[in-house]
């Protein structure tokens, strides 16, 4: 069966509700790895992304199939699926992204969506149904290729206060059980940022910004040197200090919850800056797996998983005990 003019039937259809919802939709001149769209988001930008979109279409009557080469499947390449049923005309448009193509049947090269009679009543189907949720997936995926694309020079370290204080608690008892002949030092801001830099690599001439958010309902200037108090507002040390210098610090003493305010913090730096995170709460992880989706990637020192870990993701991470036992005077090989 022939299902080419039903396929341009599709394309007509799934071009109009691509540009009801504000994309910019083309069709390009060359047919290639089975491009038949091409959804654009802004073509005054720079860096203009791009989606490929492959429409397809079929009539049901007893079921079908649709095949497509295993080698087209990449994160900017999604298919459009319009089925309709031979006998009632009823129709259905779904749309299918990366992580459902690989999921299809693997024939050879190719990778095989089957397609029953009673497709609609089937999970695999009603998920994948086109929906203001489907035109959210485009564009994360348009905003991914953009901030991939973004040169971020500046560096920001942004520190949960509670936990900070909490693991040096524990790190001091756990070396002081090993070495206890050891005088373990009281770590300044200034040493733990310059450890956590040395430990990513990151050379101090680069621009770094440091955040200190931290409860007023918690002591960590008892175990860590912090500089000059502050409270309910933003401080910026001067550099000339005994904390703050090399780079720009910034404190937040805050009696409100301090995850929420380390959240405000990354929402105004994450698209401009590359950004450590030192915390260990489980409620970061919906939002970095947000950011994850849009293709930005945070990295965080925390606890290992045997030292108590609150989080369980698939984010890069640093087990900051090492940095924090280097800024109370240990060296690498006491480790």
């Known amino acids: 069966m022939d299902n080419r003019p039903l396929e341009l039937q599709a394309e007509k259809l799934i071009e109009s509700k691509l540009i009801k919802y504000g994309l910019l939709v083309t069709k390009p001149s060359f047919d290639k790895e089975g491009t038949d769209l091409l959804i654009i988001k802004d073509i005054s930008q720079k860096i203009t992304p791009l989606i490929k979109v492959q429409c397809k279409g079929r009539t049901i009557k007893n079921g079908s199939n649709l095949t497509i080469p295993a080698k087209y499947v990449e994160e900017n390449f999604i298919v459009f699926l319009y089925v309709e049923e031979e006998r009632s005309k ?51 995926i348009l905003l991914k290729q953009v901030v991939k694309q973004l040169i971020k020079t500046n560096h920001s370290i942004i520190i949960d206060g509670i936990f900070l204080e909490n693991v040096i608690k524990q790190t001091q008892s756990s070396y002081r059980k090993i070495y206890p002949e050891k005088t373990l030092h009281k770590p300044s801001i200034d040493s733990i940022v310059k450890e956590c830099l040395e430990y990513t690599d990151i050379q101090r001439k680069e621009e770094v910004n440091c ?125």
């Open 90 to 140: 009823d129709d259905f448009l779904y749309v299918f992204f990366q992580d459902d193509i690989m999921e299809w049947r693997s024939e050879g090269t190719n990778c095989q969506l089957t397609i029953p009679k009673d497709f609609q009543h089937r999970k695999e189907f009603r998920e994948r149904l086109f929906t203001r949720e489907a035109i959210t997936k485009i564009e994360n």
């Open 211 to 335: 955040y200190l958010i931290y409860s007023s309902h918690f002591n960590l200037e008892c175990f860590i040197d912090i500089g000059e108090i502050t409270e309910d507002e933003i401080f910026r040390g001067e550099g000339l200090s005994s904390v703050g210098c090399g780079y720009n610090l910034f404190k937040l003493k805050t009696q409100d919850f301090v995850c929420f305010k380390v959240e405000e913090q990354l929402n105004r730096i994450v698209n401009v800056e590359n950004i450590l995170l030192i915390a260990d709460d489980y409620s970061y992880v919906p939002y970095l797996h947000e950011l994850q989706n849009r293709g930005i990637e945070v990295i965080v020192f925390q606890n290992s998983e045997n030292s108590g870990s609150r989080m369980y993701h698939g984010f890069k991470w640093v087990n900051i005990v090492y940095p924090l036992a280097l800024s109370m005077g240990l060296k690498s090989y006491e480790l």
